[in-house]
């Protein structure tokens, strides 16, 4: 069943997703959550490392692996999600491992100068189509104005755990849904009441 604390699965999706209940809204995370992790190690490459590795990939194709700031995020990110939920968090782990081998491969092509302009681009229209998305359709500010560090860290995992269930009805447990449905409902209805008594 479910776990407590930290590794809450179900307090934290009914967090997350209390706020992003709306489907068109969910699409367009579906969409711009993983391009700002991406961006973000593809930015994160540059910083100091700890040691690299040199690797061929594809033949002639050259990429160093920094063992620095964006692996530490990818690995944070990889036990915080497989600790959640073992099988949709070894996906996302997977998931995670591999931006940051991509976006290693990637800042090697473009270097920093190219790289920083690509990272700010990108990060500018995934943050823009989402607060669109909250704004147009949700119509309830995003999680991250409430509590940063949960809307942020959970992002990739509830976009993720959102399509296999989306896609495939995939539940960590039975009953999964159900109770983080309810617990969603809940939430929306209390918001709702504490708007309407502010009015």
Aim: hydrophobic share 55%; charged share 10%.
């Amino acid at each position: 069943m479910g776990k407590t604390g930290l590794f809450d699965l179900e307090k934290h999706f009914a967090f997350y997703g209390a706020y992003h209940s709306n489907p068109i809204n969910i699409a367009i995370h579906m969409i711009f959550v993983w391009p700002i992790f991406f961006t973000a190690l593809l930015i994160l490459y540059f910083t100091p490392s700890i040691f690299n590795v040199d690797l061929s990939l594809f033949g002639s194709s050259h990429v160093v692996l920094a063992f620095n700031f964006g692996f530490l995020l990818t690995l944070i990110y990889s036990l915080f999600y497989f600790f959640l939920d073992a099988k949709a968090g070894s996906l996302a782990a997977l998931l995670c491992f591999i931006c940051w081998v991509g976006s290693s491969f990637l800042a090697c092509r473009l270097g920093f100068s190219l790289a920083w302009k690509v990272v700010l681009v990108a990060q500018i229209v995934c943050w823009t189509g989402q607060f669109i998305g909250h704004g147009a359709f949700e119509k309830r500010a995003p999680a991250l104005l409430d509590n940063l560090a949960q809307a942020v860290i959970m992002a990739p995992f509830f976009v993720l755990l959102e399509a296999l269930q989306s896609f495939f009805g995939y539940e960590p447990y039975p009953g999964f849904h159900a109770i983080v449905q309810a617990k969603v409902d809940a939430e929306i209805t209390d918001w709702k009441d504490k708007k309407q008594r502010l009015l």
